[in-house]
């Protein structure tokens, strides 16, 4: 289980199984999103979008930007922790700037941390489409869970 294994090691460890392909937790498949790249404190996540992902008029819905958005600005969140600490997204705030639909290219979804807390991590998100536009922009607040001693 990805959660198991999340459990025994550092975050940048882990997360750089997730591009390898080592792990893949259950949303990813589900949504056909991939990581792409990973450093500590940024992440990138991709998806090429499908009519599967659409709302009732036609283009992506807002959760499932939601969702990618929320992938990539959690896991750099975790790239920064240290094994046995785990983290859960508190708000997210999310702006739709450009729909997306079935020419929109393969989406590229960037995340970083802005600000990594003793009890609370910060982190910003950007969606882009296949030509590098702008499709949203989110923010982020994470609680991290430490271990209780």
Do not use: W
């Amino acid at each position: 289980m990805t959660a198991a294994v999340a459990r025994e090691m550092d975050g940048l460890s882990f997360v750089r199984m997730l591009v390898s392909g080592e792990v893949a937790p259950p949303i990813a498949s589900t949504l056909g999103v991939t990581a792409e790249a990973v450093e500590q404190g940024r992440v990138v996540f991709g998806m090429d979008p499908e009519e599967f992902h659409f709302n009732p008029i036609g283009s992506v819905h807002g959760g499932v930007f939601a969702a990618l958005l929320d992938s990539a600005m959690g896991c750099p969140v975790h790239s920064a922790l240290p094994a046995g600490v785990r983290y859960t997204t508190l708000d997210i705030s999310v702006k739709y700037l450009r729909p997306l639909g079935l020419d929109s290219g393969h989406v590229r979804c960037e995340g970083v941390v802005v600000h990594l807390g003793t009890r609370t991590a910060l982190a910003e998100g950007r969606l882009y489409d296949g030509e590098g536009r702008l499709c949203a922009h989110a923010t982020s607040t994470c609680m991290l869970l430490r271990p209780q001693r």
